[in-house]
């Protein structure tokens, strides 16, 4: 594995190999300890449930109050936002931040506004720091241009870039350190979990730490619930300082949507976080239960940064390996070995879980949650998105379009505008359906158009538990 990583080095600029070089101290880190590991990664029989003390119920953290000089605490902060995915899952090229999600703002716009009211409210400077992968950096740098006259600090950094290795010989399929034409797949950014060692490499963290920030809040940049919140913030500045929570988990209750998430448990003395893809298979349902495993991880996280600092140079991170099998076009098996930002929580001191609202997990990943967000369901206010205060009950509703949906284009040239769902529970659509303007959907609506079938729903329809099946063609004439 080493001399075919240097073999790759030699094909790189002097520039472009520094970086290289160290993006491969930290891929030979992880591979050697891939090597090492052999069998689950955890003992199912030693798992705990998390003590009550160590997840705390947002309501208690919220009762403590606001000091009057929150912006001091608010200086103390920056805002980190994981940009290293592309949209390709919903059917748009380039980095998943520019994808418009509401009223022509993208991902991006709404995180600039959101800080910007911060830093303009509390007369503040909290920063935002992109962490960018070779997929994104490019085209997210050229859109920064349009902030320069925002009252928020933008900086950036770029995680690592790790080569996918051959299934069965465990070497790179890289022939040379581009990434263009075939040798795009030859490489892959390593999970959200890369964010500590490619931070601290980029001298980002010690600029940050030299300017007096204490800790950044760490969020996935297509969650739209994750906001910065002064009580969890005022909290952690609160502690003495012998006690000082190092590291902050959101975690919500889980739903049945919500199986797959990783969850808290408690693991030989220490907080730790549980993926899936750690679970042996006799217990993946086990795992899956609402009932055993009551809450799960936002990926709303508050690290501390001196303690960053102090793990990364002590190399005590220790993060489990995420072994993520691919199959390329050309029908190659690839693994591609990841790690979780959230798995360090075992790392750091007085590390804590926080129940927070289902509020703060509004993550748009499909097309379905996408026609939640742009819908009457939330208002947005500085770049925040809230609940309406005219739907008469908290949780959102349960919505499941077809692969006719996928794709955003497709998707917005199915609706003529977003319909009412104030009053909606559950919504089906499949098939090739539109819908017209001002249509109104109430309770569990199902509508189900058969192959070659087209359903198009009138404008101005209401539809109250209903299900539409068939064929229902509307046409000009």
Avoid at 23 to 45: M, T
Avoid at 314 to 331: C, F, R, S, Y
Avoid at 368 to 396: C, H, I, Q, W
């Amino acid at each position: 594995m080493h001399r075919e990583l240097e073999a790759l080095i030699t094909t790189a600029g002097q520039a472009e190999a520094e970086i290289s070089r160290k993006d491969f101290d930290g891929f030979k880190r992880l591979f050697h300890r891939f090597l090492q590991v052999k069998g689950p990664a955890v003992d199912w029989a030693k798992i705990n449930r998390p003590p009550e003390d160590s997840v705390q119920p947002y309501e208690k953290i919220k009762s403590k109050g606001l000091p009057d000089n929150i912006a001091a605490s608010l200086n103390k902060l920056a805002v980190v936002k994981l940009n290293g995915g592309l949209g390709t899952s919903m059917g748009c090229k380039g980095p998943k931040s520019l994808i418009s999600v509401r009223n022509e703002n993208t991902f991006l716009d709404l995180t600039v506004q959101q800080i910007e009211h911060l830093n303009k409210t509390f007369n503040a400077d909290v920063p935002l720091v992109l962490m960018n992968s070779f997929n994104t950096d490019e085209e997210t740098k050229k859109i920064l241009q349009k902030y320069k006259h925002h009252r928020v600090n933008i900086h950036t950094f770029n995680q690592s870039r790790y080569p996918r290795i051959n299934k069965e010989s465990l070497l790179p399929i890289a022939k040379s350190m581009r990434v263009n034409g075939e040798n795009v797949e030859a490489w892959y950014p390593p999970g959200h979990g890369d964010i500590y060692t490619s931070f601290y490499n980029s001298g980002l963290l010690d600029k940050l730490i030299a300017e007096g920030k204490e800790y950044i809040f760490v969020s996935n940049i297509d969650n739209l619930g994750a906001t910065v919140d002064l009580f969890i913030l005022h909290h952690l500045m609160s502690q003495p300082a012998d006690k000082r929570c190092e590291f902050i988990m959101e975690v919500t209750d889980k739903t049945r949507a919500d199986v797959k998430g990783g969850t808290l448990i408690q693991y030989e003395n220490h907080l730790r976080l549980l993926e899936i893809a750690q679970v042996p298979k006799a217990h993946v349902d086990e795992f899956k239960s609402v009932t055993k495993f009551k809450i799960f991880n936002t990926n709303n996280l508050w690290i501390s940064l001196p303690a960053i600092k102090r793990l990364h140079e002590k190399n005590a991170m220790d993060l489990e390996i995420i072994v993520n099998p691919k199959t390329l076009d050309g029908g190659l098996n690839v693994i591609q070995l990841e790690t979780a930002v959230g798995a360090a929580i075992k790392s750091f001191d007085n590390a804590m879980g926080v129940n927070v609202p289902r509020s703060r997990f509004l993550p748009v990943k499909t097309s379905s949650d996408l026609l939640l967000v742009m819908s009457n369901l939330y208002s947005l206010d500085a770049g925040s998105l809230t609940m309406s205060k005219k739907r008469e009950f908290p949780s959102t509703p349960h919505v499941k379009l077809g692969s006719s949906f996928t794709k955003v284009q497709e998707f917005l040239a199915r609706f003529e505008n977003i319909p009412d769902m104030l009053e909606l529970d559950h919504l089906t659509v499949s098939g090739d359906v539109t819908f017209g303007k001002n249509v109104s959907l109430k309770g569990t609506v199902i509508i189900i158009a058969n192959h070659g079938d087209r359903i198009d729903i009138p404008a101005g329809a209401m539809l109250e538990n209903k299900i539409v099946s068939g064929n229902l063609r509307i046409l000009d004439h």
